[in-house]
Structure formats: structure tokens, C-alpha cells
């Protein structure tokens, strides 16, 4: 905005609130809460939905928990006024589920109102009039308070009095002064307390009083103050129920939700995902997952967000932002190196009780709490690390990478995503790593071997074997206290040696890589001090487990990778070894003795 357009705009008045209480509490408890996607939600759509559409998202909204429900405005079309007579007719509304139409102030449509609803068992008439200076002005074209005032109570006592042409229905009754967030405050409880004389609440049944932001004018805090001074100057107050229905103007509905609660408010509207005139309504979705990730239940199931975000999209034509929070693709995903790392060893220290407390950084709830899988949690593009990479090789494929292989491994993938230019999928991230570090043979390559465990003293093994390096066969035999350490010892006869071997661990694989097991080495080069780590993986249709029992396992003899800079060979092969040694920390099956 340009400077000169700023002498437009003035800040919004404070609330003469200076003892404030909202501050110190806290949110113990879920709100009463209203859907109004079938009204407040329809109207903002390009395109309305049909009786069928609102039948179907009638239906998620019960199935989610929802028990009052604003379903239309049956004054206002044939269409919204048949939908209503659908329901009841048919008999779709179950026994606990309170049905809600909104209308004006207005002799004329409150009686069609009453045509509509005649047979429910029960219903909410919600009854709507502007108040504020502006509405007042420009709406009303220049009408009094006094005016705005008597259009409220007309309009509640011809409710009352209308209320026994429906024997069978009970009749609640919500007031919203519409534009309340800038109305003066004294005058919107004067009018709101006018419908109450008329009305005539008890504790018992009590009038809801909606006091909608229904533009978002200022700050959350200044919401707050608001609904709290409301609150404590309000007549009788245990006859009302004092409801929220924030809009996102500012793009702080939820938080002035959050605050409104906080200041004494009982009940909250709004829709699944914020769907609403200009920027949207409250997201009933993310206010009751908030509140859930603090444990509080809400009586609202949104076990499978993605299935009621399936349904909503459909019936609205409405799309969830890919960030938006809880429900959109990308709200649980990180491609960043350092937060996919935090976010691997987050669940690595998870215990298997699910009752543990959650602590995974960066996610502030378990996405299978919501439905969500964990296959997209880490997504693979040139911003990525080491341990983004290994989560998706460990959780999709099986591969359990020693902690000093995965830079090596994680350098060469997120490289070959900035060549792309692109992201990476969970199947090209594992085909790269297959093709850089499993089971290759070029320039050396082991063939048949033999190992030998009698003939020697208790703990040392002989291996006889078969290399072919840069096409020449040679044959080669060393003495270790191990098969990797025999053969290591036996290059170094041949002189293809100049290494050291660090590590050397294996496990088993689960299902979907197409191999049973693993086995890990890493070398030092003894001239540069580099470190280089290698796969190898035999398949085989074997009982496969996700952690082996024990370290001795047949595994390939396919690691022992490139070696710079000296004589930079790649050492691997293809068969199996039989592992000798005693267990070690990680699966390790032998000591590493090849200095």
C-alpha cells in the first residue's frame, strides 16, 4: 500500500477493559459447537450446492459429532426450503441433532421459516438484525438505534407467538447482532437484553446470544475484550449462551476464537476448513484439533481428516490449501535437511506404548491421529539432508543406514534432485541409492570363495577366494579373526589393499525391497583419510523381520566400496557369508582388525 492511501485508514478503538481477566485462563473444556457449512459456508460458493451435495455434507457433519447444525436459510429459495422439508419428511435428522435456519428480522420470511421446520423435533430459529454505526448508515439509510432496537424485538416476540403452530417441534431461539464486532458495545447489549425480555430464558432453556465478528476489524486481544465485557454486564447471565462466529478478515479467526473462549464465551460457528464469504469463516477443523493436541476432548471425530476433506472438496468444489493447517498435503511434510533430521530421530526414540506422550519435533500432533499416513512426513527435493533421505529409506524400504553412511548416501541423492531441478519420489530416491551403493562390481568383484573355521586356532578363519579386478581373475588368501576380516587380508596379499575397515553392521529387510537382508561396511582410506561406505543384499524368499535377533545371518559380501584416492577401486561381489564372532552394539559381527 502506498503511503498516501494510508490517510484512508484509521486503528480501531480499544475496550475500556483495564482489569481484564481473559489473559490468566485457560482452555480446559470444548464449546458447544454449531456447523454452519450448509449456510453461512453455501452462500459463499460460485457455484451453490444441491440438495444432493447438502444431503451428503449433512451427513459427514453428523458423522463427525456435530449435534447443532445450521442447515439453510429456508426463507431465502425453493431450493434451501425443500432441502429443510427433505430432511424433514424423511426423517433424516437424528434424535440428538439440533437443526438451525437462519432469518432476518422479517414478518414475511420468519413465517416461511416456521412452514419449513414444522415437524422437527427440535430446531434453533436464528434470528439476525445489523447494529452497527456503519450497517446503520448505509443498510438502514441512516436508521436510529431505536429503530434497529424494536426490528430485534418484533422479531423475537413474533417467534414466541408463532412458536405453537409447530406442537411437535421445540423451538430454541439465537439472536445475532450481525456486525457486532463494531457496534458500540453498550448498544448491542441493549438490544440483545430486549430479546431477552421478550423471551423470557431460564437456565434451563436458554437463549443463545451470537455475538458474530462478522468482519474482522482488529486484533484478536481486542475480541476478546469485547466478548468478555459482554459477558460481565449481560443480565441473567446463566440464561444466556454467548456463541462465537468469527470471520478471517485478518486472517486471525481462529486466534480471536481462542481468545473469545478464553473471555467467557459457551459456543462456537463455523465451518469445516474456514469455507465463508471473503476470506472465510472460523475452521471448526483446526480450533477442535488444537484443542486436541492439549488433550482436551472435544467431542468431535476427525480420525480421518482426509476422508472428510474428500467429501467437503467434492460437494463444495472447494480445494484445501496444500499449508492449510491439519488438512492440507503438505501441513505434516518437511523437505529442509536440518528438520527432516530432528524429525528421524524423533521417532527413532519412540517407545511402541501409544499411550506415550507425543514429542516428535516439529509435528504437534501424530498425523495417524488424523488419519494421515507417514509416508509423506519427508519429501526428498536439493533442500534436503542426510537424515530425510535415510527416514524414507529406513520407514519405506527397510534399510536400516549406520549413522556415518547416511551423509555420503544423502549428499549423492539431494545432488541428483538439484540436477532434476525437482522433487524426488520415495521410489527414485531408493532406486538412486540401490544403483550408487548395492551390490556393484566394477572394477572388482568377488567370485566363489571358501572359508575355513576348523583348521586354524578357535576364533581365526581362513578365506580362499576368487576377485576379478579390471577383468583379470586372481586368487587371494588371508587369516582373519572373521570372514570380512579374513578377506580383507586376503586383498591385501594381492595388494589391492590400501584401506582400513571402520564398520560393518547388517540386519534383516522388511517386505518391499525385494531383498531379506542387509550388510553395511565402511572404509578409510589409509592415504587421504576419506571415509566411503558400501550395500551389499542378497534376495531370497526368507522369513523376514524388521530388526534381526542376531547378528549371525547370511548376508552378501557386496560393501567394501570405493576407496580414493590411491588405487580407487570398488570392491563387491555377490555371494553369501556365514558371519563368525561374537555380537557386538549395532549388529556388528566382527572386530574391524585390518590395520
Not at 506415550?356 to 498425523?367: R, S
Not at 590400501?498 to 525385494?514: E, I, P, T
Amino acid at each position: 500500500m502506498k503511503p498516501h492511501s494510508l490517510q484512508k485508514y484509521r486503528p480501531f478503538p480499544p475496550v475500556g477493559l483495564t482489569d481484564r481477566r481473559w489473559p490468566d485462563n485457560t482452555i480446559t473444556r470444548a464449546p458447544i459447537w454449531c456447523s454452519v457449512d450448509l449456510r453461512d459456508g453455501n452462500q459463499a460458493l460460485a457455484i451453490p450446492m444441491n440438495i444432493s451435495q447438502k444431503l451428503e455434507l449433512f451427513e459427514l457433519l453428523v458423522s463427525i459429532g456435530f449435534k447443532q447444525i445450521e442447515i439453510g436459510f429456508p426463507s431465502a429459495s425453493d431450493t434451501e426450503f425443500d432441502f429443510v422439508r427433505k430432511l424433514v419428511d424423511e426423517r433424516l435428522v437424528p434424535a440428538d441433532v439440533q437443526l438451525q435456519c437462519l432469518v432476518q428480522a422479517r414478518e414475511h420470511l420468519i413465517r416461511r421459516t416456521f412452514e419449513a421446520i414444522d415437524g422437527l423435533p427440535r430446531a434453533i430459529v436464528h434470528l439476525y438484525n445489523s447494529t452497527s454505526p456503519l450497517q446503520r448508515r448505509v443498510t438502514f439509510g441512516g436508521a436510529s438505534k431505536e429503530k434497529i432496537r424494536d426490528m430485534a424485538v418484533t422479531g423475537a416476540a413474533l417467534i414466541k407467538e408463532m412458536a405453537p403452530s409447530v406442537p411437535s417441534t421445540q423451538i430454541d431461539l439465537e439472536y445475532s447482532p450481525e456486525s457486532f464486532s463494531d457496534t458500540e458495545l453498550e448498544f448491542a447489549l441493549e438490544t440483545c437484553e430486549g430479546v431477552m425480555d421478550v423471551w423470557g430464558p431460564t437456565p434451563e432453556r436458554p437463549l443463545i446470544l451470537n455475538l458474530p465478528a462478522t468482519v474482522e476489524w482488529a486484533t484478536p486481544n481486542i475480541h476478546a475484550d469485547q466478548i468478555e465485557w459482554f459477558c460481565r454486564n449481560v443480565k441473567t447471565r446463566d440464561c444466556v449462551q454467548i456463541s462465537l462466529h468469527t470471520h478471517n478478515d485478518r486472517g486471525t479467526g481462529t486466534a480471536a476464537t481462542e481468545l473469545g473462549l478464553l473471555a467467557g464465551a459457551d459456543r462456537v460457528e463455523g465451518t469445516l476448513f474456514g469455507n465463508g464469504e471473503r476470506t472465510g469463516n472460523l475452521d471448526l477443523c483446526t480450533v477442535a484439533l488444537n484443542m486436541n493436541s492439549h488433550g482436551i476432548d472435544t467431542g468431535l471425530d476427525f480420525s480421518d481428516l482426509p476422508a472428510a476433506r474428500e467429501t467437503y472438496e467434492r460437494c463444495t468444489r472447494m480445494s484445501v490449501p496444500d499449508r492449510h493447517p491439519y488438512g492440507g498435503d503438505l501441513v505434516f511434510t518437511a523437505f529442509s535437511g536440518s528438520h527432516q533430521d530432528a524429525i528421524k530421530k524423533g521417532f527413532d526414540l519412540r517407545g511402541d506404548d501409544p499411550a506415550e506422550t507425543w514429542q516428535v519435533p516439529y509435528l504437534t500432533i501424530d498425523p495417524q491421529d488424523i488419519g494421515c499416513t507417514y509416508e509423506a512426513i519427508i519429501r526428498i527435493n536439493s533442500q534436503s539432508g542426510k537424515g530425510g533421505i535415510a527416514y524414507i529409506l529406513d520407514r519405506e524400504y527397510g534399510f536400516d543406514l549406520p549413522k556415518t553412511m547416511q551423509a555420503q548416501v544423502g549428499t549423492r541423492i539431494y545432488q541428483l534432485a538439484d540436477q532434476l531441478g525437482r522433487e524426488l519420489s520415495n521410489t527414485e530416491i531408493r532406486d538412486a541409492f540401490l544403483a550408487q551403493f548395492a551390490n556393484l562390481r566394477t572394477p572388482l568383484a568377488l567370485g566363489d570363495y571358501e572359508l575355513d573355521h576348523h583348521e586354524l586356532e578357535k576364533g581365526n578363519v581362513r578365506c580362499r577366494a576368487k576377485v576379478e579386478h579390471h577383468g583379470e581373475t586372481r586368487d587371494g588368501t588371508g587369516v582373519g579373526n572373521g570372514p570380512i576380516n579374513a578377506f580383507v587380508n586376503a586383498l591385501d596379499t594381492l595388494g589391492l589393499k590400501d584401506f582400513s575397515l571402520c564398520d560393518y553392521r547388517s540386519h534383516a529387510v522388511q517386505d518391499g525391497s525385494a531383498a531379506d537382508s542387509a550388510a553395511y561396511i565402511q572404509l578409510e582410506n589409509e592415504a587421504g583419510r576419506s571415509r566411503k561406505a558400501s550395500l551389499g543384499l542378497r534376495h531370497r524368499p526368507l522369513h523376514r523381520a524388521r530388526r534381526p535377533q542376531s547378528p549371525n545371518q547370511r548376508v552378501e559380501l557386496a560393501a567394501l566400496t570405493r576407496v580414493e584416492p590411491s588405487r580407487g577401486f570398488w570392491l563387491n561381489g555377490h555371494k553369501k557369508l556365514m558371519l563368525a564372532g561374537n555380537p557386538r552394539s549395532e549388529n556388528h559381527a566382527e572386530t574391524p582388525r585390518t590395520h
